[in-house]
């Protein structure tokens, strides 16, 4: 008889730390690629990458609904998400842009709590409220020290805001959407979906690529690789074994796993004041969790995608 061998804490652990090592990457190769060609770059190697684990087959594909449900969250989570995550690091540290765009999970609860009638808790208004001053504060932050990197850009942290929207958004729209098909074969499609959004950037892509130093297109490839096709196929593992608040739950430890992984790469930390204020964020999404809703919400419980 053959066993089936639950490795969900160890792929989790994998989804982990190379979601918080995009954050990472993305801030390596800012100066090189522009916010709209790394998002093409990086899902075009996703694409092919993941095309070995989906093995996609026609008679596989959504029709209806939940194609349209595929569509939005490729275009909103792949494709808007990662532009507006990219063009903010370009003003803000990989540390301090993980912990705002961890506020997306506040914001599928408050849109679920609208569409799918699950009301507002009084955890829910509570965490929203400090993880709000807790961006308020990041926007606020100046340089305090010779170790820290430059002042949080308000332009930054409000691409961060909106990367955590569009992430809320695409994270509900492709909650129902994993009814229809395998949850591999999901980002498959979301990252193809992707890859066509962002072919405007296509011409841009390949005159950075020329530009870039094969240090800088690694980089690429790796967010491609790594945070996007492994990265998602190990999320799906879990998810389909254990309770999304547990899977959740784990993922919180990307925003500290990204600090770290950034001070050792790139020598940079965030300013003492926004480093406070991303602790505010974090303690927000965790009040959050304090109080089950009336009805489950899976989709606000996840953690956002890099």
Known sequence: MKIDRDLSLPALLVTVVVWASAFVAIRAVGDTFSPGSLTLGRLVVGV?????????????????????????YGVVWFGAYN???????????????????NVGPIFAAVIAGFIYKEGFPKPLMIGMSIAF?????????????????????????????????FY???????????????PVMSVWLG??????????????????????????????????????????STWSYALKRISTGKAASTTYLAP?????I????????PAALAFVGGAMCLIGVAITRLKSTPKATPASEQAPAS
Request: hydrophobic share 55%.
């Open 48 to 72: 092919v990458a993941l095309t070995f684990f989906a093995r996609p087959r026609i008679s596989a594909l959504p029709t209806g609904q939940p194609l349209l449900l595929v569509v939005l």
């Open 83 to 101: 532009i507006a995550l990219n063009a903010a690091e370009r003003d803000l540290d990989a540390g301090t842009t993980a912990l705002i765009v």
């Open 133 to 165: 001053a807790g961006v308020v504060l990041i926007a606020l932050s100046t340089k305090s020290d010779s170790t820290a990197v430059d002042s949080a850009s308000t332009t930054g942290v409000l691409l961060c805001v909106a990367a955590a929207a």
């Open 168 to 182: 809320a958004f695409g994270a509900l729209a492709q909650k129902p959407a994993l009814k229809h098909m395998e």
């Open 191 to 232: 990252c193809l979906v992707g890859v066509v959004v962002c072919l405007p950037f296509a011409p841009t892509l390949i005159d950075e690529l020329g530009r870039a130093s094969s240090e800088d297109i690694w980089w690429v490839v790796y967010l491609g690789v790594f945070p996007t096709a492994i990265g998602f």
């Open 256 to 260: 500290a796993t990204a600090t770290l």
């Open 262 to 269: 950034s001070w050792a790469i790139l020598d940079e930390v």
